[in-house]
């Protein structure tokens, strides 16, 4: 029996590539070292509700038809649309994500990527201060001092403390866990602080406020501090400020807690200030936790592709940024897409309740292997293969290193580069029909 | 009896272990609950499994209550999701981050049973 090393996980930003699977007669009977999560995307191929044929809504239900009538009738909605919002791509292949990025410029529509939901504001944040990263193998093989700034690894990213940091051992830091330092920062004492050498418990909202706070101790300005900043004694401030100048290497990886609270994307841009600051005194990095598995590709991609990373707007024939304005949520909450394409995401169960509404109103098509809350909101669903499993493809993990994802097992879908394809090429032949 | 909070949203390993079996019930089970301080549970006079809900300025959702003793007072945590997602804020400030941790909140026990996936979004079509 085909026994596949080092096949890569398609499920979050760490992207582990050391997963052994067994493949019996085109079926995943054994998968070793995943996680949890890991484990539940490579058993959800036999476990899991696929779609299991594309579906068009006929009077209010969803009935099956072939793809090539699903891609017709959403081709046929993306050529009648003025404001058209592509959202998501994050959980498939870079190749998938240009074709998107394609059709995208094709239609004039909007493409965002999960980000607008998750690490955006860190991307608004390199762009602003920058963001001075390492890969994951540096922090492995060099990081004594480790933070995590309002993320959760044990539960989010629950193998990246023993492949990565933490607990891993490396050429530098053969001592592993017993001689790194680990923090966590957070508004609540998660599995992942019951792990640390030190807690910092602050007052949800008040990120800015700390990492100023560091920042003036770091740079010898102690006297300015207040005897308590965002809910955390001073003493303890310096401890935590000391601790990060007398690291030989440091990392702050940082997550939702940073980007989705108060000051948003001025957390991240605070935070990279303080990145600077210690540098004057150590080595020192950021990384963000990112989720879905290639949505550091997405940005990857579209970058190199439009100049921007993630809510880029084609309406004016060229690329458009401006995330308050171009991001997917404020889009739908302004009520202005009239049809959506959501893929390789799900908009029906991360976005907040108006922006959901506004999706309620309109037609939307999906592509996605799986039904969800989505599924339940589309006009025209088109399921495709999961990438990593039945289709191979390039994804960026959280540091931006690319890794080839390997195809384990044969499919009857199509794969989300082929739908692209085919949905680009349907709308330029309903163009020319015009 | 109703208590003031103040309600995050965030991933859990189970809620990310049923990202891609959302019509499952582990998936509710999962997401559909608030977590708080079991002093914040006396304080509502609700036990472990009681229907909370939990309104903002944007909307209502019944969830299940859970206790957890990491939560400091008055902090509500709601694992990311459809339930969380129906009463956080779309408000993002201009950089297209909505505001999902962080929202007033409203927390009182109840008779009405949370919804199920597939019945939460229908209200959405309703709307």
């Known amino acids: 029996m085909p026994v596949i090393k080092d096949a890569v996980c ?10 052994t699977v067994t493949v019996e007669d085109n079926k995943i009977t054994k998968i070793e070292n995943a996680c949890i999560l890991g484990h539940s995307k490579f058993v959800g191929m036999f476990e899991h509700d696929r779609i299991e044929t594309p579906m068009i809504r006929k009077d209010g239900e969803l009935v099956s038809v072939s793809y090539e009538e699903a ?7 993306l050529v009648s649309s003025r404001r058209t919002l592509s959202y998501g791509w994050c959980s498939t292949s870079c190749e998938a994500i240009s074709g998107a990025i394609q059709l995208a410029e094709e239609t004039g529509s909007i493409i965002d990527s999960t980000a607008n939901v998750c690490h955006g504001p860190s991307a608004l944040a390199a762009q602003e201060k920058g963001s001075p990263s390492a890969s994951l193998g540096e922090i492995k093989n060099r990081a004594d001092v480790i933070v995590f700034w309002g993320c959760n690894p044990v539960h989010a990213h629950p193998r990246h403390m023993s492949r ?6 490396g050429f530098f830091t053969e001592k592993g866990r017993k001689a790194r330092t680990m923090a966590v920062i957070d508004v609540r004492k998660t599995d992942t602080a019951k ?9 949800q909202g008040s990120d800015l406020l700390l990492v100023t706070a560091l920042r003036s101790i770091v740079n010898g300005h102690e006297d300015v501090i207040p005897e308590t900043v965002a809910g955390v004694p ?20 940082f997550g939702m807690g940073v980007t989705q609270s108060r000051s948003k994307y001025k957390n991240g841009d605070a935070m990279s200030s303080l990145i600077s600051d210690l540098n004057q005194h150590t080595k020192a990095v950021m990384i963000g936790m990112r989720g879905h598995y290639n949505v550091t590709g997405f940005g990857q991609v579209a970058t190199w592709e439009t100049g921007f ?21 404020d889009l739908l909450v302004r009520e202005e897409p009239d ?10 169960a991360h976005f907040p309740q108006k922006a959901v509404r506004h999706l309620a109103r309109i037609p939307v098509i999906q592509i996605d292997p799986y039904a969800n809350p989505t599924t339940e909101l589309a006009d025209v669903v088109i399921p495709s293969a999961i990438v990593g499993i039945e289709a191979e493809g390039t994804a960026y993990r959280m540091d931006a290193i690319s890794l080839h994802m390997k195809k384990l097992i044969d499919s009857k879908f199509k794969t989300d580069e082929e739908i692209v394809k085919d949905l680009t090429e349907k709308v330029r032949e309903l163009k020319r029909g015009a | 009896m109703k208590i003031k909070a103040n309600l995050i949203s965030g991933r859990t390993a189970d809620q990310g272990a049923h990202l891609e079996a959302k019509t499952h019930k582990g998936y509710f089970d999962a997401c559909a609950y608030c977590e708080l301080n079991s002093a914040d549970l006396e304080r509502l006079g609700a036990s ?3 229907n909370l809900k939990v309104a903002t300025e944007f909307w209502e959702v019944v969830v299940f209550a859970k206790a957890n003793e990491g939560n400091p007072d008055g902090l509500a945590f709601i694992p990311m999701g459809p339930w969380a997602n129906a009463v956080l804020s779309p408000d993002t400030h201009g950089c297209g981050m909505p505001g999902f941790k962080g929202v007033p909140a409203e927390i009182e026990v109840t008779d009405e049973k949370p919804l199920d996936m597939k019945s939460l979004m229908k209200k959405y079509l309703e709307d």
Do not use: H, Q, R, W
């Not at chain 1, 990565?164 to 051992?169: E, N, T, W």
């Open chain 1, 10 to 19: 398609s499920l979050c930003g760490s992207l582990c590539d050391d997963i």
């Open chain 1, 71 to 77: 891609i017709e009738a959403a081709a046929k909605i």
């Open chain 1, 164 to 169: 990565y940091s933490s607990f891993s051992k």
């Open chain 1, 195 to 203: 792990l640390a050498d030190k807690y910092v418990e602050i007052e």
């Open chain 1, 234 to 253: 001073k003493a303890e401030i310096i401890e935590l400020a000391e601790t990060l100048k007398n690291a030989k290497f440091a990392c702050i990886f």
């Open chain 1, 309 to 329: 990373p993630m809510a880029i707007d084609f309406a004016k024939g060229y690329p458009y940024y401006n995330p308050g304005e171009t991001g997917a949520n």
């Open chain 1, 339 to 348: 049809a959506a394409i959501i893929a390789a995401a799900d908009a029906g």
């Open chain 2, 48 to 50: 472990e499994g009681d």
